[in-house]
């Protein structure tokens, strides 16, 4: 299986899901492990989430580490690993590698594992007013100055994004790989979604910020049908013009403060959020 | 101009002038009365509904669903609903979504397929569509119907999916007494007032404080219909209060297309002035999934987990994602004027070349609901302006 590297948030290619060769080389039955860093185990549980699809999953693979679901562990090494969670301490950097030498396919999932997550809020400010604000004795602590993506730190075959995850672009990712095609994973605008679902837009008819035009569809149209602008979970769209968005933004009347604080959320790490935010300083 | 072989909504001027029948003026109870028995005749009959702060298409019960007092106020990038005259039934103009989405569902499943002992056979599904009337159909939808019909039925190869949604569908257009910021039909052709391919058609008329309707009919199968409507006959005046209602829209509007403009885009190609466009346009695709005309698509299979059953879905898709410009090694499009331009010039200048008639028939969607606000119109004359300056 061709490793080929990182498919990062920042990336503009068509083929951003591609994953090297067709045939994936894994086994009659693969071993599968679902493996978590820096995270709340929410991308876990919409695994768990997926009830009677998860029973058809088990039954193609073995689940061989998923200790969210089960105790039982099974050696390496694994057909499929999916990554949960980003690094940030020094003891997370020297497992993903270990993880990474027991799997023929990476997946990583989810804001955490492809962006930094949440956490990576820290990488705008210093890791030690937070450690000192939060926690009594910060000498316990030993977390790296950042939080980033796995793919920061070794190859990952395909990146599954959200906050938490869509349970079905999961089922979607097995099965792809189990059955060695490419995933049905868009990288276009949640607006796609919107208009497709005849959901009405909030942002025109409301007036309502929305991250929908830079932001990755995925979700199931979730936020805008219930009346709320896009937050982002699932990360920058292809091609993402977050500066013209924000200009609009600002002339509709939001604070600069605002403007970088919507795009600091989940996916704040992600390069074109970030860059966004940062040039509303 | 496509014809529809076998079709009995004809147009307007076939009707004009002929028999009694053709022409009258009823009352809100008329209205009632036409949804009524246009379901009596089996129809599903959908027209304009207020949901989620917009106009978009309903299924209508009753006249009562429809958004009476209701008017809208439309610029770039903004659409906001506003009680209007309380009396008045079809004040405000198009919403977010077109009738596209019932001739084109945004998602259809073309076929399953099973594999079995020797290969695999594959289910067609079949088409279950309603007969659909729709009621209130603008001009320039009117005329975004023709295109569609043009697009799917009028070249060498039928849609077929689109065939059985559209055979027998009955319009009820709705003249325009009122426009939109966001409306420039009046530079395309193609309105305010609708020039035939309807069954009836309906301009409101407020005349001695009433407000009332004006109703011809435009095809053949649309005559016993109206006959049966509870109705006076119309005279000279309320004929000439629905024209004044509609010269006024007319010329109410704001925004013209600039003339020639097919041509003015060929020769333009290379304008610097997309690079310009580009560094707003955030391709979110908004633009293509609102156009009434827009028919681009995309397919995608899935297997079930066991790869024993797969399936293809075919969707609406759009010029600005980059997948669809994605040949083997990546898109061709990959800067954001390059994708804008293919949009704007394939509706105004390709078009003709594909299909013999403008791609758009200005509507103003694409002008309200760009999510910052950009303007097909602005745009075409700020290359018309360039050409000047250089
Ligand atoms: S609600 Fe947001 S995501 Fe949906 S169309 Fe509007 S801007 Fe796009
Ligand atoms: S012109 Fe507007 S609606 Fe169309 S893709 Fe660009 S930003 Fe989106
Ligand atoms: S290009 Fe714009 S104005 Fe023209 S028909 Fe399409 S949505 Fe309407």
Redesign the pocket.
Known sequence: MGANGKNGNGRSNGNGNGHGNGKNGLSERPKLAVWKFSSCDGCQLSLLDCEDELLAVAEKVEIAYFLEATRAQVKGPYDISLVEGSISTPEDGKRIRKIRRQSKVLITIGACATAGGIQALRNFGRLYDYITAVYARPDYIDALASSTPISEHVPVDFELRGCPINKHQLLEVLNAFLNHRRPNIPTYSQCVECKRHGTVCVMVAKGTPCLGPVTQAGCGNLCPSCDRGCYGCFGPKETPNTSSLATWFGWQGMSQRDIRHVFRSFNAGAEAFRRESESHE | MVSRKGKTNGDAAAAAGAGTMERAVIDRDGLDALIAALQDDGYQVTGPAVRDGAIVPGRLATGADLPMGWTDSQSGGHYRLEQGDPDRMFDYVVGPQSWKASLYPAEQLLFTARRGEHGFTVDEPRIDAPRLAFFGVRP?DLA?IRTLDTVFEGGPFTDTRYQVRREGVFIVAVNCARSAD?C?CAS?GTGPKAAGGYDLALTEITAEGRTRFLIEAGSERARPILANLPQQPAGAKDVEAAETAVAKAAKAQTRAMVPEVEALLKRNLESPHWDQVGKRCLNCSN?TL?????FCSTVEDRTSLDGHEAERRRRWDSCFTMDFSYVHGGSIRRESSSRYRQWMTH??ATWHDQFGMS?????????AWCPVGID?TEEARAIADSEGRK
């Open positions: 320039c975004a966001t420039f395309m633009c609102v156009c009434p005309t827009c509706k105004l791609g758009c028939v200005g509507c103003g969607r694409c002008i097909i």
